[in-house]
T-cell receptor
Framework: QQQVKQSPQSLIVQKGGISIINCAYE??????FPWYQQFPGKGPALLIA?????SEKKEGRFTISFNKSAKQFSLHIMDSQPGDSATYFC?????????FGTGTRLLVSP | DTAVSQTPKYLVTQMGNDKSIKCEQN?????MYWYKQDSKKFLKIMFS???????INETVPNRFSPKSPDKAHLNLHINSLELGDSAVYFC?????????????FGSGTQLSVL
């Protein structure tokens, strides 16, 4: 019940395209849903986050869509750039504990 | 002026040895964590400390012992290292802002047990 399922495992998108990563959860007690971006050799860094009372949040080229009834949320990267190539993790928080998804390796081709 | 720094970055050691990883944060956060990232990139919380007090202890073998001498430091000591301990270990600290927990991660320590 404390799992967060993430798909796809890997994604190749052309420069300028839209990258979409999906996550699903079971536990309705989760109350905070962040996305983290990780470059090789670095720690994850917070990208954008949303609370379940909001259906969408946008920051620059990054948008989270949240569907509370379906218990799903997704990250959209508009106008994807080669510099966005990284591993992306969705996560869900309960009692100050973050449960991470399995990660999506994104490659944006020039 | 690194926010969360951990040392060493790489650690190669033999099975059965004891090793420590140190972590320091200069962000003034009250909560610190240890996360383990396995070879498949899966990130899992191990421990969490708030103001030097242990608050989360996931099902981690007793061979792993965190120590927090003050709220800016959280070290991880591992006894009797096993092959399966090979992973990247991340230290993190967090800030609770408007109800949201924002984690700041260090660059990781890649542990290889031979």
């Amino acid at each position: 019940q404390q799992q967060v399922k993430q798909s796809p495992q890997s994604l190749i998108v052309q420069k300028g395209g839209i990258s979409i990563i999906n996550c699903a959860y079971e536990n309705t007690a989760f109350d905070y849903f962040p996305w983290y971006q990780q470059f090789p050799g670095k720690g994850p860094a917070l990208l954008i986050a949303i609370r379940p009372d909001v259906s969408e949040k946008k920051e620059g080229r990054f948008t989270i869509s949240f569907n509370k009834s379906a218990k799903q949320f997704s990250l959209h990267i508009m106008d994807s750039q080669p510099g966005d190539s990284a591993t992306y993790f969705c996560a869900a928080s309960i009692f100050q504990k973050l449960v991470f998804g399995t990660g999506t390796r994104l490659l944006v081709s020039p | 002026d690194t926010a969360v720094s951990q040392t060493p970055k790489y650690l190669v050691t033999q099975m059965g040895n004891d090793k420590s990883i140190k972590c320091e944060q200069n962000l003034g956060h009250d909560t610190m964590y240890w996360y383990k990232q396995d070879s498949k990139k899966f990130l899992k919380i191990m421990f969490s400390y708030n103001n030097k007090e242990l608050i989360i202890n996931e099902t981690v073998p007793n061979r792993f012992s965190p120590k927090s001498p003050d709220k800016a430091h959280l070290n991880l000591h591992i006894n009797s290292l096993e092959l399966g301990d090979s992973a990247v270990y991340f230290c993190a600290s967090s800030l609770r802002l408007e109800g949201d927990e924002k984690l700041f991660f260090g660059s990781g320590t890649q542990l290889s047990v031979l």
